[in-house]
């Protein structure tokens, strides 16, 4: 199920993608070729993408969004989310300390492009538990058919 | 409360994710809120072992049919992370809150660690 997506490049690839990053970085290469709207390391939200014959499947985590606010756009084949994140540190006061602060608060936008054959009048989007899912269905005729033989 | 991140410890069986967290400390206690994209209630595992704080979640994510990942930047489906809490604090009497996939923790100071104006007398 979801387990074999979440993990597909296997434990030793994403391993090896992350030493290769590591020698990259020390040797000033210019690294891994990569999605071009993903080159950061740590991106507010992480994105995961799936996709089935049917169906490509944009998984956003981002916790703790105001979903009513949340902006979802599919222009030419390219998703943008796009929101806010109020930050839940307390304004400065007296016998408060923070003693740490990692997590991401502010504005962000992220995008991805689709493959070409998504349907741009099939889109929906549900967000459950943190997670913002985002369905977009593929085009007819993109769908693999079975052709009988007479 | 001291952060025991398990960065370069013995190599973990299952790959896991470290959350990112915010603390915050008041007069009263501690907020923990903690990242948790993905998980459930009934996937969240909170412990308290004495001193130590752990959190455990599992990513639960609704997928219909099975899939093939294009693109993948999270890439475990375990989140884990722990801490070592201090005297002062109130283990027994933790609070979680978990929404949106954030989980907000409220670890209250044992009464008698709260501060007290202490009187001076006139002798």
Same mark, same amino acid.
Do not use: C, H
């Given at each position: 199920m979801?387990?074999?997506?979440l ?30 709207r ?8 992480? &994105? ?8 490509v ?7 703790? &969004?105001?979903?009513?606010? +949340? ?9 943008t ?18 003693h740490?602060?990692?997590r ?21 989007? +549900? ?11 593929r085009?007819?005729a993109a769908?693999?058919k079975? &052709?009988? &033989?007479? | 409360?001291?952060?025991? =991140?398990?960065n ?20 009263? @206690? ?7 994209? @993905?998980?459930?209630? %009934?996937?969240? %595992?909170?412990k308290?072992? @004495?001193q130590?704080?752990s959190?455990?979640g599992?990513v639960?994510?609704d ?34 809150q978990? =929404? %949106?996939g ?6 209250? =100071? ?13 002798g």
């Open positions: 979801y387990d074999s997506y993990s597909v490049p296997s434990g030793f690839l994403s391993d090896l993608d992350r030493m290769r990053g590591d020698i990259d970085s020390l040797f000033g290469w210019g690294g891994t070729s990569r999605a071009i993903s080159t950061g390391g740590s991106t507010y939200p992480a &994105i995961n993408v799936g996709q089935s014959p049917e169906a499947d944009v998984y956003v985590f981002a916790p703790g &969004i105001d979903a009513s606010r +949340t902006e979802v756009t599919l222009d030419r084949g390219v998703l989310i796009s929101g806010e994140r109020a930050s839940d540190l307390p304004a400065e006061a007296p016998k408060t300390s923070v740490g602060r990692e991401y608060a502010g504005k962000f936008r992220r995008a991805v492009a689709l493959p070409d054959d998504v349907d741009p009048n099939q889109v929906s989007a +549900t967000y459950r538990d943190g997670v913002l899912r985002v369905n977009v269905r085009r007819e769908q693999p079975r &052709i009988a &033989i007479e | 409360m001291r952060d025991t =991140k398990p370069n410890a013995s190599p973990a069986p299952t790959p896991f994710m470290v959350p990112q967290v915010d603390v915050v400390e008041d007069s009263s @206690g501690i907020t923990l809120l903690a990242d948790l994209p @993905g998980v459930k209630k %009934d996937g969240l %595992d909170i308290v072992d @004495g130590t704080l959190l455990e599992t639960a994510l997928a219909p049919q099975p899939f093939d990942a294009v693109f993948a930047e999270v890439r475990a489906s375990r989140y884990r992370r722990s801490f070592t809490l201090s005297n002062e604090l109130d283990s027994a009497a933790i609070d979680a978990l =929404k %949106d954030v989980l907000r923790l409220r670890i209250p =100071k044992v009464a008698e660690a709260q501060p007290r104006r202490i009187e001076v007398r006139v």
